[in-house]
């Protein structure tokens, strides 16, 4: 029987308590928006996950030796704070990941330190907040992460992405967004990086209730299927190696 996937979700936790968003936030996410994404995991995948929190309000922004040494998934939702992340522990999430940690990067994550370090590109986007209508397609319904997911998935309010979104070519495109402004959107993207798989998804901004839409649950519950690291993952980011004298020389095996 395979072990628990041990999930770490991370949240900024900033607009649930700025002076702004407090009341909102309250009523939409009593738990915080963090509280909500574990909350679904829990209930869809119960006793296949562990799951904890962390935000960037804790020492080390909750993400310490300890806890990352015992992540197997880790969840990023980020917006206002970017810049106040600080740049050891995106260092350390960064050599976790290319070890083999998967990375769920949820709506404003695209300009998360740690995805920007990811990509290698500037993940810059086209927004509108006027509370469109996006309908999530599903492109690839033969991919785990589009199980159990119809399409489209209709969120009735939301934040607009819009194209040109630039990251880098996906390795898989699993949703493809379209809203009640015309825009198009590459809402769900899957990448390897080192011996890590990263899901990019950008439902989910603040001010909606999307966290609690029963079909966002679902994709993010496949997702932290998805991402597990491999069975034979070792967390040591691949490195240079000082490779001794060649195994063959003149046709015969000079080294076992």
């Known amino acids: 029987?395979?072990?628990?996937?041990?999930?770490?979700?991370?949240?900024?936790?900033?607009?649930?308590?700025?002076?702004?968003?407090?009341?909102?936030?309250?009523?939409?996410?009593?738990?915080?928006?963090?509280?909500?994404?574990?909350?679904?995991?829990?209930?869809?995948?119960?006793?296949?996950?562990?799951?904890?929190t962390?935000?960037?309000?804790?020492?080390?922004?909750g993400l310490t030796d300890e806890v990352l040494a015992s992540t197997d998934v880790l969840t990023w939702w980020g917006h206002a704070r970017h810049a106040a992340v600080d740049d050891?522990?995106?260092?350390?999430?960064?050599?976790?990941?290319?070890?083999?940690?998967?990375?769920?990067?949820?709506?404003?994550?695209?300009?998360?330190?740690?995805f920007i370090k990811l990509m290698g590109t500037t993940c810059s986007l086209q927004w509108r907040n006027s509370a469109d209508t996006e309908l999530?397609?599903?492109?690839?319904?033969?991919?785990?992460?589009?199980?159990g997911v119809p399409s489209p998935i209709v969120i009735d309010e939301q934040e607009m992405y819009?194209?040109?979104?630039?990251?880098?070519?996906?390795?898989?495109?699993?949703?493809?967004s379209t809203f009640s402004g015309g825009e198009v959107f590459r809402s769900g993207c899957t990448w390897r990086r080192g011996k890590g798989k990263v899901f990019y998804f950008s439902p989910g901004d603040q001010e909606y209730p999307v966290y609690h839409h029963p079909d966002i649950k679902r994709v993010l519950a496949n997702a932290v299927q998805w991402a597990r690291p491999d069975q034979?993952?070792?967390?040591v980011a691949p490195q240079v190696v000082n490779e001794p004298a060649p195994y063959l020389a003149g046709g015969k095996a000079i080294r076992a």
Do not use: C
């Open 1 to 52: 029987m395979n072990s628990p996937i041990r999930v770490t979700v991370w949240g900024e936790n900033f607009h649930e308590h700025s002076d702004r968003d407090r009341a909102g936030m309250a009523e939409r996410y009593p738990q915080g928006m963090h509280g909500a994404i574990a909350a679904g995991l829990s209930e869809l995948l119960g006793d296949q996950v562990e799951v904890r």
């Open 54 to 61: 962390a935000t960037l309000d804790q020492p080390e922004h």
């Open 88 to 114: 050891a522990v995106v260092e350390k999430v960064h050599r976790r990941v290319l070890g083999g940690m998967g990375l769920l990067a949820l709506h404003s994550a695209h300009f998360s330190k740690i």
């Open 136 to 147: 999530v397609w599903n492109v690839s319904p033969a991919h785990p992460i589009s199980q």
């Open 162 to 176: 819009g194209e040109y979104f630039d990251i880098p070519a996906p390795d898989e495109q699993v949703f493809l």
């Open 232 to 235: 034979a993952a070792d967390f």
